[in-house]
């Protein structure tokens, strides 16, 4: 098992910054994929970024490309989620997630263990 835990969520104003973070700890794997997701009240869970096991391919959700910027350090078992500019819409529950499987995954099924969520809220 891999238990996952956000930190770094909070009301922001537009325009502003948060670092997200995500610590994984338990059974460790060779290679996997790390994700973050979001939520916001009312609507299906969507991807946002998620990044290879060595850093070197990052892919994002259109709406985010160029304000958000995902990295890991493995050493720490750690993923990361700078997100600036934010925008009322960015206001969600975010969410890691780690994928098993190759490729570049970016369907909530493609993830084997999700974190319990942290809240992001921003305000306009």
């Known amino acids: 098992q891999v238990q996952l835990v956000e930190s770094g969520g909070g009301l922001v104003q537009a325009g502003g910054s948060l670092r997200l973070s995500c610590a994984a700890s338990?059974?460790?794997?060779?290679?996997?994929?790390m994700g973050w997701f979001r939520q916001a009240p009312g609507k299906e869970r969507e991807f946002v970024a998620a990044?290879?096991?060595?850093?070197?391919?990052?892919y994002y959700t259109d709406s985010v490309k160029g304000r958000f910027s995902i990295s890991r350090d493995n050493a720490k078992n750690t993923v990361y989620l700078q997100m600036n500019s934010l925008k009322s819409e960015d206001t969600a529950a975010y969410y890691c997630?780690?994928?098993?499987?190759?490729?570049?995954?970016?369907?909530?099924?493609?993830?084997?263990?999700w974190g319990p969520g942290t809240q992001v809220t921003v305000s306009s």
């Open positions: 997630a780690v994928s098993l499987r190759g490729g570049q995954p970016v369907l909530s099924n493609e993830y084997d263990y």
């Open positions: 338990g059974r460790t794997f060779r290679s996997y994929v």
């Open positions: 990044i290879s096991w060595t850093g070197g391919r990052t």
